[in-house]
């Protein structure tokens, strides 16, 4: 092994970041045309692929861009697997794994316009979404007292849809909201125009125009913005955009498209004479109507006048038979009168025999008896019951002490608590006593206390 030139032996991120420097600078733009191959979308938002042709493949890499207003998407339409396309890009290389690579910041379909397949994947997305649907369709009103145009104010469209709005109907109001319908501010004019349409006074159906022009110059009525714009317009939307062989995602969402904006005019407006013409005959058709119906109308009036009756000979008729009436009426009254009459003297009869005033007497009786034997016993009772008061007081009395006191007997208590005194030990010498005699009581104070004394049988 030949080591006489070891001072150029590099490590292998040494050498990977010298190829990087040589391909970065020899190949600072290149275009690449192949086929999109083994397309990922990791949730970075980056896009990886290879772009691959018969013989030979690279890897390629779209960086996510934060400023997009949808990431995927370059020059106007969305990378597909299996899409030829060319790529503008610069070629890189990626050091941790030593593979070369192309970071590509432009993107063009092959044998297809940008703008045409731009145009083609979003009209797959909106019909998917259902933009294009007819049940969300709204109808246009017959006459519309004002008409809102979103187009430039100069040039031949204004001219035409006014032109045709008075021949029409003259008296029809048209609101002008002018826009720029060419270039990159076109879109978001277009959008604040309908936006404002949808609060102006009156406005009742919206025509969207311009003249024809390429796809680059129809591209405004392209956008998704001005597309969802449409779709959220509470008030009808007329699309004239191009000619009649021309179609764009505005008059695929729109309510109506028109094969030019004259066309509009002439679908947002009735004819004045065609209305007037309509009118008179239907005018016509109401006075023949009402001639035919005033005649009927008399034909029947006079078969029903032949088949009335003289109302002198009706109220004849209802004469006597109101005399008839009124004498079968006196001579059921009459039975009746008689009926009841008869009704009522049987129940008098009835009643009589029912009379409850013998019964009163004899229950009158029957209580004045039943009062005296009552107060007789009442009598007999409280005589008896006041002999048993007698002998229970008598012997209460016999059983009282008051009555033992009038016999001779004292009742002593001890001071201060009032004991009763039986035994001489309940008290001693000095200590002071209440004597209750039959009548009165006396106050004393021990001097000598007397023990009891037995005779020798238990008694004192």
Not at 103 to 124: S, W
Not at 347 to 363: D, K, S, V, W, Y
Not at 388 to 416: F, N
Request: charged letters at 30%; proline letters at 4%.
């Amino acid at each position: 092994m030949d080591r006489g030139n070891m001072r150029d032996i590099l490590t292998v991120s040494k050498l990977n970041e010298r190829i990087k420097s040589l391909l970065e600078e020899g190949f600072a733009v290149v275009w690449v045309e192949g086929e999109v191959s083994n397309l990922r979308r990791p949730a970075s938002g980056h896009i990886y692929f290879t772009l691959k042709d018969a013989k030979s493949q690279i890897r390629a890499v779209i960086f996510r861009n934060p400023f997009a207003r949808s990431w995927g998407r370059t020059s106007g339409f969305e990378v597909e697997e299996g899409m030829s396309v060319v790529c503008r890009a610069r070629l890189t290389v990626y050091p941790p794994r030593g593979e070369y690579q192309l970071v590509v910041d432009a993107v063009e379909p092959r044998g297809l316009g940008v703008l045409q397949k731009a145009f083609e994947q979003l009209k797959v997305r909106l019909e998917a979404e259902g933009l294009f649907a007819a049940v969300r369709k709204k109808p246009l009103p017959f006459l519309p007292a004002r008409i809102g145009v979103v187009t430039s104010p100069t040039g031949a469209v204004i001219r035409d849809i006014l032109t045709v709005t008075r021949r029409r109907f003259p008296s029809v109001d048209v609101l002008i909201a002018a826009v720029r319908v060419q270039g990159t501010e076109a879109p978001a004019e277009i959008i604040r125009a309908l936006g404002d349409l949808q609060i102006a006074q009156g406005v009742e159906v919206i025509i969207l125009a311009r003249g024809g022009g390429s796809l680059e110059d129809l591209a405004p009525f392209n956008d998704e913005g001005v597309a969802r714009a449409i779709a959220r317009s509470r008030i009808p939307v007329i699309s004239a955009v191009g000619h009649e062989t021309d179609f764009t995602i505005a008059d695929f969402t729109a309510d109506l498209r028109a094969a030019t904006p004259s066309a509009a005019a002439e679908l947002a407006v009735p004819l004045r004479a065609e209305l007037m013409e309509s009118i008179e005959t239907l005018r016509l058709r109401l006075i023949r109507c009402r001639r035919r119906e005033t005649e009927r109308l008399r034909e029947r009036l006079a078969g029903l006048s032949g088949r009335l009756r003289d109302p002198k000979r009706r109220l004849a008729d209802m004469r006597i038979a109101l005399d008839e009436n009124v004498e079968r009426m006196r001579i059921s009254l009459g039975h009746l009168r008689a009926v009841r009459r008869q009704e009522w003297l049987n129940l008098a009869a009835r009643l009589e025999r029912l009379n409850p005033r013998l019964r009163i007497i004899a229950g009158h009786t029957l209580l004045g008896a039943l009062g005296k034997a009552l107060s007789a016993v009442r009598e007999k009772q409280a005589e008896q019951r006041k002999s048993r008061v007698g002998s229970a007081i008598a012997l209460l009395d016999s059983l009282s002490p008051l009555a033992v006191l009038r016999r001779g007997y004292t009742i002593t208590r001890r001071l201060p608590d009032g004991l009763t005194l039986r035994r001489a030990e309940d008290v001693v010498a000095g200590q002071e006593v209440a004597i209750l005699l039959a009548a009165g009581s006396l106050h004393a104070k021990i001097t000598k206390i007397f023990k009891e004394q037995s005779d020798g049988q238990g008694k004192i």
